[in-house]
């Protein structure tokens, strides 16, 4: 058995990567996400602690599936139901662009929360009777997206993606996330989070039966701990040598990621034109604009409605 690990520069936040067990059939990605993604994005929207919490995964989530897109798109993983988060979406793209918020009902939150007396609450508990969906979206129109769609029966985010990777791409699939908040000195706090996808490669006439391999890499994947995940003291390129280092493990050249908003003034634009006339005056202001803001960013666009329409 070898015992070395072959590793780009990875011992930053804000990237995903992909990895491969040397001489083993299974394959894998890793991601870490701190102040230029997921504290940024946290911070904005300012929620529960566990609200934030699972935003912070399912953006984890977005960004570990999005390294697998073979065209120009977007992953985005929704949940929608009729608990206190009615609607969770967290996007990640093939340009490395990420966002992602919660419509969250504050009166059934604090509900929860006193019901659960603080604990975290599960899955099923948040977001009530729905379901979750992993989205595939090519940028390009004449692609079909693609839409897996997975009852919220998981206590756990981690749970329900295992579940949409067994139903929707039939390979065995291991998932793990971690979110965490890191004090420092002053009082401030910071988020950052951590995650890994571990997946059998299929035996054939070369590799021969790969299930035995892929049992042992289960094995070990799944002795990471939260902490290790999200430790910003611990690398990733560490964290793999501690999980694989027996066989050894290749790390691949990371890809940087970034809290990057996709809306736009001008595709803003075009929903509203698009829309019948009068019914976009009804939104419109005492002074005769139309303001809107963006959900994910914050961002804030504000268009006189006579320009809108000037050609009607």
Same mark, same amino acid.
């Given at each position: 058995?070898?015992?070395?690990?072959?590793?780009?520069?990875?011992?930053?936040?804000?990237?995903?990567?992909?990895?491969?067990?040397?001489? #083993?059939?299974?394959?894998?990605?890793?991601?870490?996400?701190?102040?230029?993604?997921?504290?940024?994005?946290?911070?904005?929207?300012?929620?529960?602690?566990?609200?934030?919490?699972?935003?912070?995964?399912?953006?984890?989530?977005? #960004?570990?599936?999005?390294?697998?897109?073979?065209?120009?798109?977007?992953?985005?993983?929704?949940?929608?139901?009729?608990?206190?988060?009615?609607?969770?979406?967290?996007?990640?793209?093939?340009?490395?662009?990420?966002?992602?918020?919660?419509?969250?009902?504050?009166?059934?939150?604090?509900?929860?929360?006193?019901?659960?007396?603080?604990?975290?609450?599960?899955?099923?508990?948040?977001?009530?009777?729905?379901?979750?969906?992993?989205?595939?979206?090519?940028?390009?129109?004449?692609?079909?997206?693609?839409?897996?769609?997975?009852?919220?029966?998981?206590?756990?985010?981690?749970?329900?993606?295992?579940?949409?990777?067994?139903?929707?791409?039939?390979?065995?699939?291991?998932?793990?996330?971690?979110?965490?908040?890191?004090?420092?000195?002053?009082? #401030?706090?910071?988020?950052?989070?951590?995650?890994?996808?571990?997946?059998?490669?299929?035996?054939?006439?070369?590799?021969?039966?790969?299930?035995?391999?892929?049992?042992?890499?289960?094995?070990?994947?799944?002795?990471?701990?939260?902490?290790?995940?999200?430790?910003?003291?611990?690398?990733?390129?560490?964290?793999?040598?501690?999980?694989?280092?027996?066989?050894?493990?290749?790390?691949?050249?990371?890809?940087? #990621?970034?809290?990057?908003?996709?809306?736009?003034?001008?595709?803003?634009?075009?929903?509203?034109?698009?829309?019948?006339?009068?019914?976009?005056?009804?939104?419109?202001?005492?002074?005769?604009?139309?303001?809107?803001?963006?959900?994910?960013?914050?961002?804030?666009?504000?268009?006189?409605?006579?320009?809108?329409?000037?050609?009607?």
């Amino acid at each position: 058995m070898s015992s070395h690990l072959e590793v780009q520069n990875t011992s930053g936040d804000d990237f995903v990567a992909t990895f491969q067990i040397e001489g #083993v059939p299974v394959r894998g990605r890793i991601a870490r996400l701190g102040d230029a993604t997921l504290d940024s994005i946290l911070k904005r929207h300012d929620y529960p602690r566990w609200a934030a919490h699972l935003l912070g995964e399912a953006l984890t989530l977005a #960004v570990l599936t999005s390294a697998s897109l073979k065209f120009d798109g977007k992953v985005i993983v929704q949940a929608q139901g009729d608990g206190p988060i009615s609607l969770l979406v967290a996007e990640g793209r093939s340009d490395g662009g990420m966002r992602g918020y919660l419509r969250l009902n504050r009166e059934k939150w604090e509900k929860l929360d006193r019901i659960n007396r603080g604990a975290r609450p599960h899955i099923p508990q948040v977001i009530g009777t729905g379901v979750m969906a992993i989205i595939l979206a090519p940028n390009d129109p004449r692609q079909e997206p693609y839409q897996g769609v997975v009852p919220l029966d998981g206590g756990t985010l981690e749970a329900c993606a295992q579940t949409y990777f067994s139903q929707s791409e039939q390979i065995p699939t291991r998932v793990r996330l971690a979110v965490a908040e890191i004090a420092e000195p002053g009082g #401030v706090r910071r988020w950052r989070s951590g995650g890994a996808l571990l997946q059998q490669v299929a035996g054939d006439e070369a590799r021969g039966d790969t299930e035995e391999a892929w049992d042992n890499a289960r094995a070990l994947f799944d002795t990471v701990t939260d902490l290790e995940l999200a430790d910003p003291d611990l690398s990733s390129d560490r964290l793999l040598y501690r999980l694989f280092h027996e066989s050894g493990v290749r790390l691949e050249a990371p890809r940087g #990621v970034k809290d990057a908003c996709s809306c736009s003034e001008e595709r803003l634009r075009r929903t509203l034109e698009a829309m019948p006339q009068d019914e976009v005056m009804t939104l419109a202001e005492a002074d005769g604009a139309i303001v809107a803001d963006c959900q994910f960013c914050s961002r804030v666009y504000r268009f006189p409605a006579s320009d809108l329409f000037q050609s009607s």
